[in-house]
């Protein structure tokens, strides 16, 4: 039964750590002492535990937003057949803006890509140089 107190006590450190509660905070909810957090924070396997728990918060949270984006989109979509003059112009603006961004930030993101992979490439030739070339 211990142990099952103890690992609740860890999950609930973990969480609040992930959620970038600080050291005295994530002590308090998890009922550790600081000392206790501190020393859990020198272990890599902890350390990768709040990593992972964060990525998966992350994770979820993107997914959460790409839906309310749908939801957005679909609203601005409906705002643009609006009785409102105004209220059609302001749509129509706001997609146009977001449209832009969405480009730009597609047209960087394949920019980067092919950067990375021609530095890759370059690393990958000097590592198969013989011995003294490189």
Do not use: C, H
């Amino acid at each position: 039964m211990a142990g099952n107190s103890r690992q609740k006590r860890d999950d609930a450190l973990v969480i609040a750590l992930a959620r970038g509660e600080t050291i005295a905070e994530a002590a308090r909810v998890s009922g550790w002492s600081e000392r206790t957090v501190q020393r859990r924070l020198d272990t890599p396997y902890f350390i990768q535990q709040v990593r992972e728990t964060r990525s998966a918060m992350v994770t979820r949270a993107s997914g959460r937003l790409a839906d309310a984006a749908e939801e957005a989109v679909r609203t601005l979509r409906d705002l643009l057949t609006a009785e409102s003059e105004s209220v059609k112009l302001s749509a129509a603006k706001s997609i146009l803006e977001m449209t832009t961004r969405f480009r730009d930030a597609a047209e960087l993101e394949e920019r980067l890509t092919r950067i990375e992979e021609k530095i890759n490439e370059r690393l990958n030739e000097i590592e198969t140089l013989p011995a003294g070339r490189n």
